[in-house]
């Protein structure tokens, strides 16, 4: 699987927000819960975890849309409304930023899946491995580990 080139630069559908990397992601999924399907307006959301140093917006001033709960910061942006990346409360090490913001996305290829037990029958995708919810925590240093040595 290709590694993104960086930096890598991706906008919002309208141009207003920016955002960069300029670190490798740790790990790609695709969740396929019911969330995620609305919000993307799709089958299933692609995300992958950036090194939260990694990660900065550029231009513009995201705001939380989705739930607004208290687990996720969904953030969007204030003109289009697009979904551009999520912060998980508690979560320090990464962020979830929707890599196809990015003017390259096909180092994106969802590693695992999640949600599984609210897949859509028909939505199919590469995922190496496959979870009917999260992964167990105690799974995430191998998974990481088998990620950062795929071929
Ligand atoms: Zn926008
Ligand atoms: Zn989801």
Redesign the pocket.
């Known amino acids: 699987m290709p590694q993104p080139e960086l930096p890598l630069s991706g906008s919002c559908r309208c141009g207003a927000v920016t955002i960069e990397i300029t670190a490798a992601p740790i790990m790609t999924a695709a969740?396929?819960?019911r969330?995620?399907q609305k919000m993307s307006a799709s089958a299933f959301?692609v995300t992958a975890l950036i090194p939260t140093g990694g990660f900065r917006v550029t231009a513009g001033t995201p705001v939380k849309g989705g739930a607004k709960g208290t687990q996720l910061d969904h953030m969007c942006c204030p003109a289009c409304f697009t979904w551009m990346f999520t912060r998980i409360h508690g979560v320090s090490e990464f962020v979830n930023v929707r890599p196809t913001m990015f003017d390259d996305a096909e180092w994106a290829a969802p590693f695992i899946e999640?949600?599984t037990k609210e897949k859509l029958s028909w939505a199919v995708t590469p995922a190496r491995h496959s979870y009917e919810g999260f992964p167990p925590p105690a799974e995430y240093p191998a998974l990481l580990a088998e990620y950062a040595a795929r071929g």
């Open positions: 969740c396929h819960c969330g995620c959301s999640t949600v």
